[in-house]
């Protein structure tokens, strides 16, 4: 089994900035990729970014290219999520999932294997 605990949400107003984390724990962790996704009330879970376990790859969504960034403490079993410029519209409770299935499709939350419990962001105008 393996547990996600995200961490660094809370209230801030537009273009400012907030680091989300995620750590993971329960097992020797090795995921082949681990995910941001969020989700805003009334709307469909939408992927944010992604990041390989191994090589470092990174994958954004068009929406938040050049604002967020994704990366890894291997060491720390941790992933973080820094947002940058952050809108209104970024306003969902965020989640973290990690993915240990070679070949999954990044941008597709069906497709990981465990999720954290998320955590809120809420950007005001």
């Known amino acids: 089994q393996v547990q996600l605990v995200e961490s660094g949400g809370g209230l801030v107003q537009a273009g400012g900035s907030l680091r989300l984390s995620c750590a993971a724990s329960?097992?020797?962790?090795?995921?082949?990729?681990m995910g941001w996704f969020r989700q805003a009330p009334g709307k469909e879970r939408q992927f944010v970014a992604a990041?390989?376990?191994?090589?470092?790859?990174?994958y954004y969504a068009g929406s938040v290219k050049g604002r967020f960034t994704i990366s890894r403490d291997n060491a720390k079993n941790t992933v973080y999520l820094q947002m940058n410029s952050l809108k209104p519209e970024d306003t969902a409770v965020y989640y973290c999932?990690?993915?240990?299935?070679?070949?999954?499709?990044?941008?597709?939350?069906?497709?990981?294997?465990?999720w954290g419990q998320g955590t809120q962001v809420t950007v005001s105008s």
């Open positions: 999932a990690a993915a240990f299935a070679y070949g999954t499709t990044w941008w597709k939350g069906e497709e990981y294997d465990y």
């Open positions: 329960g097992r020797t962790f090795s995921a082949y990729a």
């Open positions: 990041i390989s376990w191994t090589t470092g790859y990174t």
